[in-house]
């Protein structure tokens, strides 16, 4: 069995103002999975989901099934043909004073040109209207490896000052 | 030290680089496999993580089973969506914990993760937890498992497999990753 030190930070975006799109590009193909944690937001109003799409790819080809707990509520939705991945399903980015929500998204072997590429994301936030936590599984269907990710909220909105944004690299064996 | 222990349970904190380290990886050729399996497993470790995709034809189960106990000494549970409801399960006494999702459309492949911690330490069962899904543009399941292995023994090897008994197709892939404590 051979071993290897990976887990490795690739780049990190912490917005110094208001901005609406963060965007990772010529990301390295070293690696097997990405790891994409946020931390943020939103600045313009409370209450809007977070889009994460692939290689500047807005059409409808992302699905997407998540289950989540807003107490006192559980319940589990699906998204078919849409053009985008959510960053936080449930209306997650708050705009709440120091309370930012967090997301931990999987992106698995984002690096192959064989399958398509599925997402696994947990989400929690604990302020806002829909304060909860939720887990989301998504699927791109394109076989193409992913050089670039792009974050933007939804509605027109932005990520607020301070959110944080950090992309890791892991390599198998 | 809190780095590493959060970061392992995946939770928004990584380990630093040094103490996450790739082990192995299986992934499945041509015609298929019954059971991905990580033999031989280093010692060297505090926590053991298994990141990895697959697809099957119809069921979407993956269960898992240590040291080749093929005995009725898990205990498995879920928490699932499946786009419609939440729902949760279980069950004493089985076979095998439960370990992820796969997903069945065509050239989809489901998403796993799974925690293996305190893998080598004799003096406690064994625990895992996975948060899994796949999806199929129109169905499937993101899930939350965790299972218990009522043994003392250190764990030397991973079986994983779909529990109806499905193949886990071409391209479908696992890895082995150890993380260190101090």
Known sequence: MAAGSTYTPIATSTLGSAQATVTFTSISQSYTDLVLMCAGQNATGDGQQGNLTFNGDTGTNYSLTQVSGSPPYTYSARTTNGNALYLGYNQAWSTVANSPGIYYVNIMNYSNTTTYKTVLERAGYASGTYAGTEAIVGLWRNTNAITSISIVVNASGTFAAGSTFTLYGIAAA | ?182
């Open chain 2, 1 to 182: 030290m809190l780095n590493i222990i959060v970061g392992s349970l995946s939770v928004g904190v990584t380990p630093s680089n040094s103490s996450y380290e790739s082990i192995a990886t299986v992934t499945v050729g041509s015609g298929g496999s019954s059971t991905i399996t990580f033999s031989s497993i280093p010692s060297t470790y505090t926590h053991l993580q298994i990141r990895g995709i697959a697809r099957t034809a119809t069921n979407v189960s993956l269960g898992l089973r240590f040291n080749s106990d093929t005995a009725s000494n898990y205990s498995r549970h879920y928490l699932n969506g499946n786009g419609t409801s939440a729902g949760a399960g279980g069950g004493a006494n089985s076979t095998s914990a439960y370990a992820g999702t796969t997903a069945t459309a065509t050239s989809a492949f489901g998403a796993n993760v799974i925690d293996v911690l305190d893998y080598k330490d004799t003096n406690k069962y064994k625990t895992i937890r996975a948060l899994s899904g796949g999806d199929n543009n129109g169905s499937g399941f993101v899930q939350f498992m965790s299972g218990s292995w009522r043994n003392t023994n250190a764990v030397s090897s991973i079986d994983i497999f779909q529990v109806d008994g499905d193949t886990i197709t071409q391209y479908s892939s696992f890895a082995l990753y150890g993380i260190k404590g101090v």
